[in-house]
């Protein structure tokens, strides 16, 4: 069964500091990974995806996350924040061949002044 | 590309009543998904249709809940006797193919009072 696990529910940086988001998976098949950004009372927006054709992936307000295969990890980086980055952020894992996202439990961004 | 729509935004009913949330998906988009977000939680799986065809269901759809898309287009999920632990925001999501990213509505808030 796949699975997605998120490390730390809450992370606080300052502005212009680097974001870091980790994000482990488990899947038995080499599987499609996606980074969603949800704003309060607000649905979910597509980040990025991975889909094997390459291990940088490059996203949408700068995010971009690397498949590290051995690690089993898609960690979301942003080298600089800015304070509308602060949001909640969900890894997902699709098992190729299943309709169904399966979502970690998310993290909350904050991003001081 | 008017993305998915979701009405009403928020639902505020008494317990026992029935409830009935609408989906209207991207207009080329033949797949659609019903998902349930809880506070603290990431989004989890509740069903999916191909065109008219509902193709998966979760453990999670109790037999109070049912969701049709009878001419594969717009959606709709219905909860029957609803009880306190149904409060949660329910999210659409549409896509074109499995392998393609989901997109997402706003989500419809269920409280019950």
């Known amino acids: 069964a796949q699975s997605v696990t998120q490390l730390g529910s809450h992370v606080s940086v300052s502005e212009g500091a680097l974001v870091l988001l980790r994000c482990n998976y488990s899947?038995?098949?080499?599987?499609?990974l996606f980074w969603y950004v949800q704003y309060p009372n607000q649905g979910l927006q597509l980040l990025l995806k991975y889909t094997s054709a390459a291990t940088l992936v490059k996203g949408i307000n700068g995010f971009e996350a690397e498949f590290k295969k051995s690690e089993t990890s898609f960690h979301l980086t942003k080298p600089s924040a800015h304070m509308s980055d602060a949001a909640e952020y969900f890894c997902a894992v699709n098992q190729g061949g299943s309709e169904k996202l399966v979502f970690g439990k998310g993290t909350k961004l904050t991003v001081n002044p | 590309d008017t993305g998915v729509s979701q009405n009403p935004r928020h639902k505020i009913t008494k317990r026992g009543q029935n409830v009935t949330f609408r989906c209207d998906p991207i207009?080329?988009?033949?797949?659609l998904y019903w998902y349930r977000q809880t506070l603290g939680q990431g989004p989890e799986f509740l069903t999916y249709?191909?065109?008219?065809?509902?193709?998966?269901k979760s453990r999670l759809l109790s037999d109070r809940f049912s969701a049709e898309r009878p001419k594969g287009s717009f959606s709709t999920l219905e909860i029957q006797r609803t009880e306190q632990g149904d409060s949660a925001m329910y999210l659409c999501?549409?896509?074109?193919?499995?392998?393609?990213?989901?997109?997402f509505g706003d989500g419809t808030r269920l409280s019950i009072l």
């Open positions: 249709f191909q065109n008219e065809a509902q193709l998966e």
């Open positions: 899947s038995s098949v080499p599987p499609y």
């Open positions: 999501a549409s896509s074109t193919d499995s392998n393609q990213p989901q997109h």
């Open positions: 207009s080329e988009h033949n797949r």
